[in-house]
Each structure stands twice: as structure tokens, then as C-alpha cells.
């Protein structure tokens, strides 16, 4: 359970997202990634490397108010400075142990929704079917899959 309940945790944060309209949706979550950017300020154990690590997730966030890509990449910033907190900082929070390493597997579950454009549930699958007969046409042309698109973001 310490490593599903996370993903469901990922999956219910994108799902409650979608009923935000755009182009707020993006903005909201470029100012959520940020807020996750600095949630070891108060007590991390890394000393001056904390305030690095927000300067950075800061500016990769501030991108992200026009890019679902810059999210995404947050949000794996995010991830890696979780496992550096697990393994050698503090938790998140402060009285569960593993609750670092809950948002390292959780972390890049959000980062794939934003890869994917934050799309709604409905887009989401009109998106991978689209994607899908895109695949099906190509190949019906050439006699062979066609190469994956550069950019899942849409942005």
C-alpha cells in the first residue's frame, strides 16, 4: 500500500485539476509545483542546498506558466530532491518516515499528466486515440509505425 496509495494520490491530483478551465489550469499548477518546490524550507536538513533547490524549481515553475513541459520537468525536480530526502534529509512530514519517498512515487505521476498537457480526462483519450489512428494511418502508408511526435506537452 506504501507504494499504490501514492499513485492513486498522483491520479486523484490530475483528476481534480481537469475541473479547472484552461488556461488557469496551467497557471494553477505552475504555482502548485512551486509551493512543492520550497515544502522543505521549514526543516529539510540540507541547509543552504534548500534554498537552491526552491531558486530553481522557482524559475522552472515561472516557465511553466506558459508550458505544461516546464511543469512536468518540475515536478521531477520535485521527485529527485524527495529521494534526496529520503535517503539523506528529513520527510516531508515530519512524523511519517517514508513520506518522501510517497511523494517521489507520486511526483512523476503528476509530471506525466503535464507532459501530457493537463489534459482533461475526456481530452486525454481523444488525445491517445488520435495519437493512435495518426500510428495506424502512417503506417498504413508506409508499410510501417510511424515515429512518436516531438512535444507531448501542447503547449
Not at 500500500?1 to 488557469?24: C, D, F, K, N, T
Not at 511523494?103 to 495519437?131: M, N, S
Request: charged letters at 15%; hydrophobic letters at 50%.
Amino acid at each position: 500500500m506504501q507504494y499504490v496509495a501514492p499513485i492513486g494520490v498522483g491520479l486523484l491530483y490530475a483528476l481534480v485539476m481537469s475541473l479547472i478551465r484552461e488556461p488557469h489550469r496551467r497557471r494553477f499548477n505552475a504555482v502548485m509545483v512551486a509551493g512543492a518546490g520550497a515544502a522543505y524550507l521549514s526543516g529539510g536538513g540540507l541547509g543552504g542546498w534548500e534554498f537552491a533547490f526552491t531558486a530553481v524549481v522557482t524559475y522552472v515553475a515561472y516557465r511553466g506558466l506558459d508550458s505544461w513541459t516546464f511543469i512536468g520537468v518540475a515536478w521531477l525536480l520535485h521527485t529527485g530532491w524527495d529521494i534526496v530526502h529520503h535517503i539523506k534529509g528529513n520527510p516531508i512530514i515530519p512524523f511519517a518516515h517514508t513520506s518522501s519517498l510517497g511523494c517521489a512515487i507520486c511526483d512523476p505521476v503528476i509530471a506525466l499528466w503535464c507532459f501530457a498537457g493537463g489534459r482533461t480526462p475526456k481530452e486525454l483519450v481523444a488525445w491517445v486515440r488520435g495519437a493512435r489512428g495518426r500510428k495506424d494511418a502512417a503506417a498504413g502508408e508506409t508499410g510501417r509505425v510511424a515515429e512518436p511526435e516531438a512535444g507531448l506537452s501542447g503547449a
